[in-house]
């Protein structure tokens, strides 16, 4: 059975940095991206970027480029989503998903609440 | 980047009538070469992550109830629910994958029960 399980929430405060994680079981993980949603407070989705973990090669969307950053360790099976600097409008659940080269996102992660308050 | 903009942003409709979501992209997602619309509808229930329900436009994933159907082609597609159902009740979500980065969603419309 395919499965993507992320890490749990998480409550943090402005300024200080974050990694959630998304494992893969089930599956070939080298074989699928990984990609990266956003969904903020009672809003929509928002595609953050992708990572394929063969070479950790990268796509941010330019609206989250610079503020977040991908990463994998095909070994353990697992991505990350990391944060340097925490801001409030950060608080959000955040979901991995995985798709094949240019293709739907099939499996999807649970998901994570990041809450940023001081 | 391509934007895609859904209609309505919510509808109401009785138990066993017919939904239809309409969902435009601001530029062809029809691939010339491999002739797919790279197009796919999710569904997401409160407290759950989204679905995938359909992709290349058209075409159910596996599991999908057949009162699911996709349609259409370059920039306009539509989400047709034939007899809605009380789980029915979601929020739906298109995605263009043609054009990537980014991978763009619309607004979403929420689906409930009159």
């Known amino acids: 059975e395919v499965q993507l399980v992320q890490s749990g929430a998480e409550v943090k405060k402005p300024g200080e940095s974050l990694t959630i994680s998304c494992t893969g079981s089930g599956y070939s993980f080298s074989s699928y991206w990984i990609s990266w949603v956003r969904q903020m407070p009672g809003k929509g989705l928002e595609w953050m970027g992708r990572i394929d973990p063969r070479d950790s090669y990268t796509n941010y969307s330019p609206s989250f480029e610079g503020h977040v950053t991908f990463s994998a360790d095909k070994s353990i099976s697992t991505a990350y989503l990391q944060w340097s600097s925490l801001q409030a409008s950060d608080t959000a659940f955040y979901y991995c998903?995985?798709?094949?080269?240019?293709?739907?996102?099939?499996?999807w992660g649970q998901g994570t609440l990041v809450t940023v308050s001081s | 980047d391509i934007v895609m903009t859904q209609s309505p942003d919510s509808l109401a409709v009785s138990l066993g009538e017919r939904a239809t979501i309409n969902c435009k992209s601001s530029?062809?997602?029809?691939?010339?070469?491999?002739?797919?619309?790279?197009l796919a509808w999710y569904q997401q229930k409160p407290g759950q992550p989204p679905k995938l329900l359909i992709y290349w436009a058209s075409t159910r994933e596996s599991g999908v109830p057949d009162r699911f159907s996709g349609s259409g082609s370059g920039t306009d597609f539509t989400l047709t629910i034939s007899r809605l159902q009380a789980e029915d009740v979601a929020v739906y979500y298109c995605?263009?994958?043609?054009?990537?980065?980014?991978?763009?969603f619309g607004q979403g419309t929420k689906v409930e029960i009159k």
């Open positions: 995605q263009q994958y043609y054009a990537t980065p980014p991978r763009t």
């Open positions: 530029q062809s997602v029809l691939s010339s070469s491999s002739k797919k619309n790279y």
């Open positions: 998903a995985r798709h094949p080269f240019r293709a739907a996102d099939d499996y």
